[in-house]
């Protein structure tokens, strides 16, 4: 019998072009077990809160390094819980002033990464996040 | 679930829990398949495989966006990356290229690991196309893992299996494994755009010669040997060779085309009803064997298992003994 594997989409939302971070977190969740649904750059809120439903992930890990992330999350966030998928744990990557990872934690995400992150940490908190759900 | 509900977003999230359940076995799962059963077996069902990086996510996508721009046919697709066999975990990525679909209410797409099977499928995915084909989805797409050897699981799956090659995959006739080619209704040779695509095509067409030769001369059932598990004496199906460029819609319409004539010869010749009732039978046998072992192994004491196992061990017995002596002593 197989366990439950966590499922976690991992999306890039807005223009910037780079997915070298997304690929590292893709690959540390894949390496501690999970199934990781890898969706490509420039993702809008709907494609993102569509796969989210079509995959039934239980984590949804948004790498932004534009600096929209204040437009951005809480647009994805909403976009995805619209759909019924309410239980769904939010992370976010990138460059995040200290005084935005208050608000993006208010509009719902659960943890915010800054370069330098170690990948343990990301690995227990999705598994957290995960079994919250 | 009725087909329709399913186009709806409320509809669509209800049936990706469902496939959760009967990707990870449970008994939610198991009930949803016994109930959506009967309302099973009407869509088409096309098998996508080749070598890793031939195309075939590409592919899908084109393939869907076309038929779903053409006519009013709904489409889902099952995607399968391989798990790591080391973590159990997976990367799947299959999505990036189906981009252009995001956004239809008529395309479903869902991605699955392989959870430790080899032959190119999940060991559920045959449940989890039962439930969109029940859902109503008119075309269900699979695409299998990229390994490139004999998949004969999507053959045994699918209705149509489509085999992608691409020029340059380590080269020509070395690449292109007998295995594969005997599982292929249609071959197609992707990135038609790339050097070296007449070689491909070529060894591609020299292959299928060497295994259709009779069938291409036309000379078989004419000279004196029949073939034994013929259906019906109609004209035998002669895999197309066709060559696309799935970044762009080149050779689509071909594929299209062939697709729906391969649909029309299965109907025609009576080999639809005939895979699909091997399939049933397939799947009663496996079931019947597990359970089977499984009721035996309820009422069975492990100690006396193990006691015999010893003998075995010690080359005391033989493993058929074994079984004997202990399917006569439960009984
Ligand atoms: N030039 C050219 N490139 C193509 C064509 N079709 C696909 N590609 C490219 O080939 C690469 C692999 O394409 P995929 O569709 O991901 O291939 P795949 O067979 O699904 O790969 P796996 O699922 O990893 O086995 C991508 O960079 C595509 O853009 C084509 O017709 N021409
Ligand atoms: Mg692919």
Redesign the pocket.
């Known amino acids: 019998m197989t366990d439950r594997k966590i499922r976690v989409l991992i999306a890039k939302p807005g223009l910037d072009g780079h997915d070298r971070g997304a690929k590292v977190i893709a690959r540390a969740l894949r390496d501690a077990g999970m199934e990781v649904i890898y969706t490509g750059l420039r993702q809008t809120p709907e494609m993102i809160a569509e796969a989210a439903v079509q995959e039934n992930v239980d984590v949804i890990g948004m790498s932004i390094l534009s600096g929209a992330h204040l437009v951005l999350v809480p647009k994805v966030i909403d976009t995805v819980r619209k759909t019924g998928l309410t239980e769904v744990g939010f992370f976010v990557g990138g460059i995040i002033p200290e005084e935005d990872v208050a608000v993006l934690k208010v509009a719902g995400v659960n943890a915010v990464y800054g370069p330098g992150t170690s990948t343990v940490t990301v690995i227990e908190d999705v598994k957290s996040f995960a079994h919250a759900a | 679930m009725k087909s329709l509900e399913v186009l709806s977003a409320a509809g669509k999230l209800a049936l990706s829990r469902l496939i959760s359940e009967v990707e990870n076995e449970t008994s939610a799962g198991r009930t949803a398949l016994d109930e959506c059963f009967s309302r099973s077996g009407k869509a088409h069902l096309i098998g996508v495989t080749?070598?890793?990086?031939?195309?075939?996510?590409?592919?899908?996508?084109r393939l869907a966006q076309l038929i779903r721009r053409e006519g009013n046919q709904t489409v889902a697709i099952v995607?399968i990356?391989p798990s790591s066999p080391f973590t159990g975990g997976a990367i799947l990525?299959?999505r990036?290229?189906m981009r252009d679909l995001s956004g239809d209410p008529g395309v479903f797409i869902r991605s699955m690991a392989s959870r430790g099977e080899l032959g190119g499928l999940a060991r559920t995915t045959a449940g989890v196309v039962q439930l969109l084909d029940a859902a109503g989805y008119d075309l269900i797409l699979i695409?299998t893992?990229?390994a490139g050897q004999s998949e004969v699981d999507i053959a045994r799956l699918a209705h149509t299996t489509i085999v992608?090659e691409?020029p340059g995959m380590g080269d020509d006739i070395q690449a292109i494994k007998a295995g594969i080619l005997e599982i292929a209704d249609i071959l197609v040779v992707?990135?038609?755009?790339?050097p070296g695509i007449e070689n491909t095509e070529r060894a591609l067409r020299a292959n299928l010669e060497l295994g259709y030769s009779h069938r291409v001369t036309g000379k078989a059932g004419h000279g004196g040997f029949t073939e034994e598990n013929k259906v019906v004496d109609a004209e035998e199906w002669v895999p197309p060779v066709i060559k696309?460029?799935?970044?762009?819609e080149?050779g689509f319409p071909e594929l299209i085309k062939a697709i729906v004539e391969h649909r029309s010869y299965l109907q025609k010749t009576g080999l639809l009803a005939q895979r699909e009732h091997e399939r049933l039978t397939d799947e009663f046998d496996h079931i019947l064997r597990h359970t089977l072992v499984q009721n035996w192994k309820a009422q069975t004491s492990d100690e006396h298992v193990q006691q015999i196992m010893d003998a075995v061990y010690k080359r005391k017995r033989s493993p058929a003994n074994a079984v004997e002596e202990l399917t006569r002593t439960s009984n």
């Open positions: 080749g070598a890793p990086g031939t195309g075939k996510s590409s592919l899908v996508n995607a990356d990525g299959d990036v290229r695409e893992v990229g992608v691409s992707n990135k038609a755009d790339r696309t460029i799935a970044t762009e080149s």
